[in-house]
């Protein structure tokens, strides 16, 4: 069963656009939410991350938003680069439990120059 | 130089033979992951250990088994390899630093071991 429900499972974008990529999850207990970036050839790296007690966080141009009573975040990417062609994984965990990450499938984001 | 390497990074088998995975960091972590990355499937954790005396299975274990030989070494086994264990394999530590404003919890991923069992 899958902890953590994510979508879509490939993306294309254009240079310059919003690429945008939701996830859910069912597990209440869950207060870390990581969002990692994966390169072809290499392992999955952090990009942002967020708390429960906040609705957003933005770095750079990455932004999660958070929608704690539907039990949703969103990665946003704002003027979208070819160098963001990544593939995207949403996470959660429950700090304190052990620090058991749950992984969602993965999304491919194609930019197109 | 790579604060988590892993070994070897590409490893072609048969079915029914043992392998084995190592994983190393210099990080100074206490805690170690194994996990599996499928297509469509995204990373599944195999085993994680929070310190060399303890080992815990995760959400895929059967089939694998673990052996943490020292804070910074981790290996993974197939004791007898079948097809189904073809994947992309990722060893992670990770921090867990608690701070006023909170804590910290990152993985930091090795660049993976491409298995493939025939």
């Known amino acids: 069963q899958q902890q953590v429900k994510q979508s879509p499972q490939s993306l294309i974008v254009q240079k310059g656009g919003i690429s945008i990529i939701n996830c859910a999850y069912e597990n209440t207990a869950f207060d870390y939410f990581p969002w990692y970036q994966q390169f072809p050839g290499k392992g999955p790296a952090l990009l942002i991350a967020?708390?429960?007690?906040?609705s957003e966080k933005k770095e750079g141009r990455f932004t999660i938003s958070f929608n704690k009573s539907a039990k949703q975040f969103s990665l946003h990417i704002m003027d979208s680069q070819p160098g963001d062609s990544a593939t995207y994984f949403c996470a959660a965990s429950i700090e304190g439990s052990g620090n058991q990450f749950y992984f969602g499938t993965g999304t491919s984001l194609t930019v197109i120059p | 130089d790579a604060d988590v390497t892993q070994t070897p990074r590409n490893r072609i088998t048969k079915t029914g033979k043992r392998i084995m995975l190592e994983c190393s960091q210099t990080?100074?972590?206490?805690?170690m992951y194994w996990y599996r990355q499928d297509p469509g499937l995204g990373l599944r954790l195999i085993y994680y250990s929070f310190d060399v005396k303890d080992i815990n299975k995760g959400e895929i274990s059967d089939g694998y088994s673990v052996s943490r030989q020292a804070q910074a070494k981790f290996s993974l086994s197939l004791e007898s390899a079948i097809p189904n264990q073809t994947a992309l394999y990722f060893c992670a530590t990770s921090d867990h630093f608690r701070g006023s404003g909170g804590g910290t919890d990152t993985q930091y991923f090795g660049p993976g071991t491409r298995l493939t069992v025939l």
């Open positions: 967020i708390r429960p007690d906040v």
């Open positions: 990080k100074g972590h206490d805690r």
